[in-house]
Nanobody, 126 residues
């Protein structure tokens, strides 16, 4: 069992930066690929970025490429999403996800993830 808690969201102006954190508790954090998804009101949950268990493989959605960076620190059981040059269209609830256990790559579908955090709100004003 893995529990995930996101933090770092907030209200910022366009062009600003935020860093989201996802703290994991439970067993074997380093055995899980991690990802960030986001969900705007009335829309589906969309993939943002994913990282393999080792951090060697990373994949980002085209909409955030060059602006957002996913990373992880297995010693601290924490994953991060550095968000730069924020735009109003980035406004959403951001969720971190873990899974599948022992996965060797990165995964971009919500159905591939086992554990989810409660989400953190990011609001970008124009």
């Amino acid at each position: 069992q893995v529990q995930l808690v996101e933090s770092g969201g907030g209200l910022v102006q366009a062009g600003a930066s935020l860093r989201l954190s996802c703290a994991a508790s439970g067993r074997s954090f380093s055995s899980y690929p991690m990802a960030w998804f986001r969900q705007a009101p009335g829309k589906e949950r969309d993939f943002v970025a994913a990282i393999s268990w080792s951090g060697a493989n990373i994949y980002q959605a085209d909409s955030v490429k060059g602006r957002f960076t996913i990373s992880r620190d297995n010693a601290k059981n924490t994953a991060y999403l550095q968000m730069n040059s924020l735009k109003p269209e980035d406004t959403a609830v951001y969720y971190c996800a873990a899974g599948p256990w022992g996965g060797t790559g990165y995964y971009i579908r919500t159905s591939e993830y086992t554990y989810w955090g409660q989400g953190t709100q990011v609001t970008v004003s124009s």
